[in-house]
């Protein structure tokens, strides 16, 4: 997401203050007592390979063996097609201006779908086709992340909120707020569906959380902070954690940050 110097520093004390963010809009499904506390998810990174580091990464999905992505910032969100074994853009389609920021992106039914942040538009790409959206469709709230199980794409706009969309005409089908043991959880941002359960980047943390899809509980989570050496993250000018593609030919992770040098391959342990 793009963030104002203000609110970043806003954001970072609150954070030092109380990691865990708790949403009290009072919109939100009330989250109720008796859940259990997620289990910490072990994992191994497996290898790591080259990342363009002007990509300020808002959405990463493999597909066909070529992993897809879509990045943000005023005037430089594109989305395109990378190599992942060597981080060379084969295909970069600009698509940002001074009023459009892109962000998260899913492939459903050879559609790509890419959110804007603010915009209140989606755009709609052919798979095979990148260069210019076949439709806009109009989505009400914030864009941050989306992703999609068999039927509904799956959206998050900031809030502990995801939403179930009808891909065919953009109508919520059904809503589910996230809540752990301490309640509701907000700044839900880049989204992975797997087999029944989403993963979430917590945005400005790193953080991702494992996400029963049916009851919005968590029920696990992943603890990334020190992938970066420190010399990498003055070096390149990094930004936060925020990238997971889900590789299903090798039931395996590929992880990555804005502005990250490195994809990371990551296998789970549990």
Known sequence: MKRSPIFLLSLFFLACNNPKTVDSDPDLIPAPTGIAAPKEISFTILSQHPHDTSAYTQGLEMHDGKLFEGT??????????????????????????DTTFGEGITIFKDKLYQLTWQNNIVYVYELKNIDKPIQTI????EGWGITHDSSSLIISDGSANLYFVDPSNFKIKNTIAVKDNLGNVNMLNELEYVDGFIYANVYETDMILKIDAESGHVVGRMNLAGLLSPSDIIAYRTNVLNGIAYDRSRNLFLITGKRWPKLFELKLNN
């Open 72 to 97: 943000g910032d005023y005037n430089s969100s594109s989305l395109r097609i990378t190599d992942w074994s060597t981080g060379n853009v084969e295909k970069n389609h600009p698509m940002g201006s």
């Open 138 to 141: 109009f989505w009400p709230m």
